[in-house]
């Protein structure tokens, strides 16, 4: 898998942990909702079903997916989810629900690691060191420190994992790996220069469908409005008062629903339909911020 300089690294940091990592779902209001079964995570701008893929936000989107704990794309398609935590089912949604799509026209659109699918940003990966690599935010490919966006102030690190040499977070005094519910873990410096601890999420791991998942383990997986690992699935589920974001009614399958459009209030949505936080139009989409580069925002049935 290809790793390329980002401009808007947290951007996409977040977008990829949207809802369990706690990024602002600002970025990218893809909720933890777009499980597409399987090991579908929690999150994804697309996916309607079939095998799932993994917050999860998306993310930004982690989204997620986050956050959910960085899910992926699953079923027929979708972009990077949110954060996903792995899933246990597909969730129906209304018949005209509708939601800010990234919508892409070439393969030069997406993020490396990404192709172009039928207008959608879709991930593929050949082995877990792929979603690995995703998933624990190592987007800048390196050779030193100094290559890295945060290697001038002690925040990044440039590492060598199973020969990828790319830049990793350093856990420090403001934010810990169990905050991105990463595990820390002593990896060598791609210099050779020695080891040295940083985040990686180490539940990553790719499908036979080439589809990345990130199932949670336990509840310290979860964050935000899905605290609630259900192990069986790998999937984290809100509970009875856990839903603040784009609604407040935990469902019986573990989803966050809104009840009225009044909730709908965080990222490109404005309305309530049938219990799930959506758009109304292309307006609602215009001013926030893609993943991939080359995406603009449409709203349309995911």
Not at 76 to 104: H, I
Not at 176 to 201: F, H, P
Not at 215 to 232: F, T
Request: aromatic share 4%; proline share 3%.
């Amino acid at each position: 898998m290809g790793i390329k300089r980002s401009e808007t690294y947290l951007a996409l940091f977040c977008a990829l942990s949207l809802t369990v990592w706690g990024c602002d779902s600002s970025s990218d209001d893809r909720p933890a909702m777009m499980a597409t079964g399987g090991n579908a995570g929690q999150g994804g701008s697309g996916g309607t079903g079939g095998s799932g893929g993994g917050d999860a936000s998306s993310d930004a989107g982690d989204t997620t997916a986050e956050n959910g704990d960085m899910g992926t794309t699953g079923g027929s398609g979708g972009s990077a989810g949110t954060g996903g935590t792995g899933g246990g089912g597909g969730l129906v949604l209304p018949d005209d629900y509708q939601l800010c799509q990234e919508r892409c026209e070439a393969d030069d659109d997406c993020l490396d690691g990404h192709t172009c699918n039928d207008g959608v940003c879709t991930q593929n990966c050949g082995t877990d060191r792929d979603c690995i690599a995703i998933f624990s935010a190592w987007i800048d490919s390196c050779e030193t420190d100094s290559d890295c966006p945060g290697g001038t102030n002690g925040t990044q690190a440039c590492i060598n994992y199973d020969g990828l040499n790319a830049c990793a977070i350093i856990p420090n005094d403001f934010i810990g790996c169990d905050t991105l519910t990463m595990a820390e873990l002593e990896l060598n410096r791609a210099d050779g220069t020695g080891a040295i601890r940083v985040c990686v999420q180490d539940r990553a791991a790719c499908d036979g469908a080439g589809n990345c998942a990130v199932p949670c383990g336990n509840d310290s997986h979860c964050l935000g409005d899905y605290p609630s690992c259900d192990v069986e699935s790998g999937r984290c589920k809100c509970t009875a008062d856990s839903c603040q974001t784009n609604g407040t009614l935990c469902g019986d399958d573990g989803f966050c629903r809104c009840r009225n459009d009044g909730e709908c209030t965080t990222g490109p949505v404005d309305v309530c339909i049938d219990g799930f936080c959506g758009c109304s139009g292309d307006a609602v989409c215009e001013g926030s911020q893609t993943a991939h580069p080359g995406t603009t925002l449409t709203c349309s049935e995911p």
